[in-house]
């Protein structure tokens, strides 16, 4: 399939901006490596042979008798010195490349929590003994899922409700605006206090709250870009030969609008990392023992003695930030109808 000559433009003045072309990549390839966390940092071998049978403890929990003929009809322990030897005797194991989950207490540290970078921790534990690389890697996961999800949900509504504003305005825009004004102005955290005293946050749970006033963050570029296209000719044209309205909205005047959408995405994105990252720092966001970004820079700020925490966090956050920023740059300069292919005007 052939791209058009506006796409291979915008293409072009991508790949020109070198900051946000190469941010890009990085950021894929952070995503997509910690999306198979369970395979990167794990306290089970990703695969083993016992006796000739083959055994997939990441992907499936055993008893130890399943494993070993002599062994307990408990779940099986791979961390045991004892349990481990004797698979070992039978077959092999290979372990992930961080032998620790999030929740994994670390043994035989000889030293008190939280313990210095070290060759078997490289960025060293915190102050309840679990590897803060193992951390940073689920952390990591679960703060770019949680913005994913909420730029996405919170993008469907907010260009929903400026389209309604836009197109129809009126009533239908003053009645919108005024309720907007009136939301956007609510106590958040003071109400996710409230929450958290009533229900215990989750995942989904501040995915729900948090999408009740983040919705409104593009409606009003959505809503200018519609009471500007609701009047162009070709609308008002279509408008007289007899298209509905949902037709209008979606073929003829949404397209138009999703350019200056698309350019507020990245930094919605990052956003909604900060936001969970914020509500895990003051402890109103996922579960204590969670792996959090957040969790972790509350973790430095607790333990100055222990300065890898902080800088550790300061540096996975601030570098996921500053990727996403340059991504966004990059698409804001990808749509600017000034910028020639290349990178100039």
């Known amino acids: 399939m052939s791209l058009s000559p506006i796409t291979r433009r915008r293409l072009a003045n991508f790949r020109a901006n070198r900051r946000g072309w190469w941010s890009l990549w990085i950021f894929l390839a952070l995503f997509l490596a ?36 002599d062994g307990l009809p408990t779940a099986a322990d791979w961390r045991d010195r004892e349990f481990r030897a004797d698979v070992e005797a039978r077959g092999w194991m290979i372990w992930p490349l961080v032998p620790y989950r999030y929740d994994s207490v670390v043994a035989d540290l000889g030293q008190p929590s939280p313990a210095p970078p070290s060759w078997r921790n490289p960025l060293g534990t915190d102050d309840q003994a679990r ?45 919108f605006q005024r309720f907007i004004e009136i939301w956007g102005g609510m106590p958040q955290l003071f109400l996710l206090i409230i929450l958290a005293s009533v229900l215990e946050p989750g995942f989904w749970t501040l995915l729900f709250f948090l999408l009740l006033f983040s919705w409104m963050g593009l409606t009003g570029v959505v809503r200018a870009e519609f009471l500007r296209g609701r009047n162009l000719d070709y609308v008002r044209a279509a408008k ?22 698309l350019t507020f995405l990245p930094f919605i994105l990052s956003g909604s990392v900060t936001v969970l990252a914020s509500l895990d720092f ?18 430095g ?41 290349g990178g100039g005007r």
């Open 301 to 341: 700020k607790n333990n100055l003695k222990a300065p890898w925490l902080g800088i550790t966090a300061f540096i996975v956050l601030g570098g996921v930030l500053m990727l996403l920023i340059f991504i966004g740059e990059a698409v804001r300069d990808a749509f600017d109808p000034r910028k020639l292919p």
């Open 131 to 175: 590897d803060v690389m193992a951390r940073v890697i689920w952390g990591f996961r679960i703060s770019v899922l949680f913005g994913f999800a909420l730029t996405f949900c919170s993008s469907i509504l907010g260009i929903a409700a400026g389209a309604v504003q836009g197109f129809y305005g009126g009533w239908t825009d003053l009645v």
């Open 240 to 261: 007289a030969l007899g298209v509905s309205d949902a037709r209008l909205m979606t073929r003829h005047i949404l397209p138009n609008a999703m350019v200056a959408t």
């Open 34 to 69: 910690t999306l198979f966390a369970e395979g990167l940092a794990n306290d089970r071998p990703l695969v083993a042979r016992v006796d000739g049978h083959w055994f997939f403890p990441v992907l499936t929990e055993y008893a130890e008798s399943d494993i070993v003929p």
């Open 282 to 299: 003051l402890g109103f966001g996922l579960p204590p023992g969670s792996p959090s970004l957040g969790e972790l820079v509350s973790q």
